[in-house]
């Protein structure tokens, strides 16, 4: 079975310095993977995407996210932070061939801004 | 252009009743899908819905249903709440069968 994990439950960044976030997923092929972010009360916005092909992927609001097979890792990344990025952050997998089976999401990372 | 639209955006049920959740999908998308995100948890699939059919299901009980409307809607129903089942059930929509998801802002479902 698929499944993703997100080491960091929170990381706190200071307003202009760069963040990474991580991502390590399971899966027998090759996935599909996202980045969400979710602000309070609201419903899941999509950052990035990679299916196939180059594997810097460029999202937007300024992230980006590498996937490393050879670590099983997709992580998001931004140069520099905005208070406005303060936000839950979900990695999420999905199987090969079409959305019937859903996303699998990891715990989440909140990510906070110090001014 | 509307996005996803769920209602009610909030809602309080006693444990035992039953409740139904509404969807409409971004228009011209025929798929849509429904998760469940616990408190501090992430989503989790629950159904997908595409041309009225289920196509995809996770790992819930029976007592979670859906069904997808010929104008694309979505209803999902719960019977025989549990405290368990409080959590934000999410909507999400897409022009395929496909991860082009839209998600809406979700129901917030508290069973006391």
């Known amino acids: 079975a698929q499944s993703v994990t997100q080491p960091d439950i929170h990381i706190t960044v200071s307003e202009g310095a760069s963040l990474e976030l991580r991502c390590n997923y399971s899966?027998?092929?090759?996935?599909?993977l996202f980045w969400y972010v979710q602000s309070p009360g609201q419903g899941l916005q999509l950052l990035l995407k990679?299916?196939?092909?180059?594997?810097l992927v460029q999202g937007i609001k300024g992230f980006e996210a590498e996937f490393k097979r050879s670590q099983s890792s997709f992580n998001l990344r931004k140069p520099s932070v905005h208070w406005s990025d303060a936000a839950e952050y979900f990695c999420?997998?999905?199987?090969?061939?079409?959305?019937?089976?859903?996303?699998?999401f990891g715990k989440g990372t909140h990510l906070i801004i110090q001014p | 252009d509307a996005g996803v639209t769920q209602s009610p955006t909030h809602l309080i049920k006693t444990r035992g009743q039953q409740v139904t959740l509404r969807c409409s999908p971004i228009?011209?998308?025929?798929?849509v899908s429904w998760y469940q995100q616990v408190l501090g948890q992430g989503p989790q699939f629950i159904f997908q819905?595409?041309?009225?059919?289920?196509?995809g299901r996770g790992n819930f009980p029976d007592r979670f249903s859906a069904r997808q409307f010929p104008n694309y809607s979505s209803e999902l129903n719960v019977n025989a709440l549990l405290l368990g089942d409080s959590a934000l059930y999410l909507c999400?929509?897409?022009?395929?069968?496909?991860?082009?998801?839209?998600f809406g802002s979700g129901t917030r479902l508290t069973v006391v």
């Open positions: 819905y595409y041309e009225k059919e289920e196509r």
């Open positions: 228009s011209g998308h025929k798929s």
């Open positions: 899966y027998g092929a090759t996935p599909y």
């Open positions: 999420a997998v999905g199987a090969t061939g079409g959305g019937a089976d859903g996303l699998t």
């Open positions: 990679y299916f196939s092909g180059d594997t």
């Open positions: 999400a929509s897409s022009l395929e069968q496909t991860y082009g998801y839209t």
